[in-house]
């Protein structure tokens, strides 16, 4: 059974804090995604990467950096956390060979309180 | 503005009714997926509808695309209240393939009242 975790589900923080919110997927993707979900406003990306050590921005990446050392590792992080980063973190994997499955795999989230 | 948009973004049914949610989109597509979300938790991946597919079925699911349209709408038959959830339609564009990169539209959420 495919599985993406995520190192916590509910999280606070105090503003200027460095945040790390760590992803995991035991399927061997090359893709792997953060999202940031806000009521009214979906899902939004916010970084993304296609291979160990390569990443890209998404829509929303100010405030945000990410790092992918191992292929099964996508960390997402907050180099100062700030009220307004307050949100559900959602990490997602998908596999980028041709003719593979198209979907994404979607952690349970993280809750990220920055008071 | 967003490449998924959501209609309606909420519906409250009685158990046994069926339910309709539709999603529009503004760019050419490799395929549509539709996803649900039990609240406060991840998404779950639904059923998938090619560019060059006019219906599927999945189940008691039924998605349709309408390419000329830029629109699919997802078909809930039968519902039950543990179908009380967000359902949110995603765009898988052309020529972004490579990346796996999805727009995923606002939502809509679904109430299924025993």
């Known amino acids: 059974d495919v599985k993406v975790t995520q190192s916590s589900r509910y999280l606070v923080k105090r503003t200027g804090e460095k945040v790390f919110l760590e992803c995991v997927q035991d399927m061997d993707h090359e893709n792997m995604f953060w999202y940031r979900q806000d009521p009214g406003l979906g899902l939004r990306l916010i970084y993304f990467?296609?291979?160990?050590?390569?990443?890209e921005k998404g829509d929303i990446p100010e405030g945000y950096s990410v790092s992918r050392e191992k292929k099964e590792r996508f960390s997402l992080i907050l180099e100062s956390a700030s009220t307004n980063q307050t949100s559900m973190y959602l990490c997602?994997?998908?596999?980028?060979?041709?003719?593979?499955?198209?979907?994404?795999?979607f952690g349970p989230g993280t809750r990220l309180l920055v008071l | 503005s967003q490449q998924g948009e959501e209609d309606p973004q909420a519906l409250s049914i009685q158990e046994g009714e069926n339910a309709t949610m539709n999603c529009s989109y503004k760019?050419?597509?490799?395929?549509l997926q539709w996803y649900r979300q039990n609240s406060g938790r991840g998404l779950v991946h639904l059923i998938l509808i090619r560019s060059n597919e006019r219906e599927k079925h999945s189940g008691r699911l039924r998605v349709t695309l309408d390419t000329s349209k830029k629109s699919s709408s997802l078909l809930i038959t039968a519902s039950r209240a543990a179908d009380t959830a967000s359902y949110f339609c995603?765009?898988?564009?052309?020529?972004?393939?490579?990346?796996?990169?999805?727009?995923f539209g606002q939502g809509t959420t679904l109430q299924v009242k025993p």
């Open positions: 990467s296609y291979d160990v050590k390569m990443k």
């Open positions: 995603a765009t898988d564009l052309y020529g972004s393939s490579n990346t796996g990169k999805l727009i």
């Open positions: 760019t050419s597509i490799n395929n």
């Open positions: 997602a994997s998908r596999s980028g060979q041709a003719g593979r499955q198209e979907t994404q795999y």
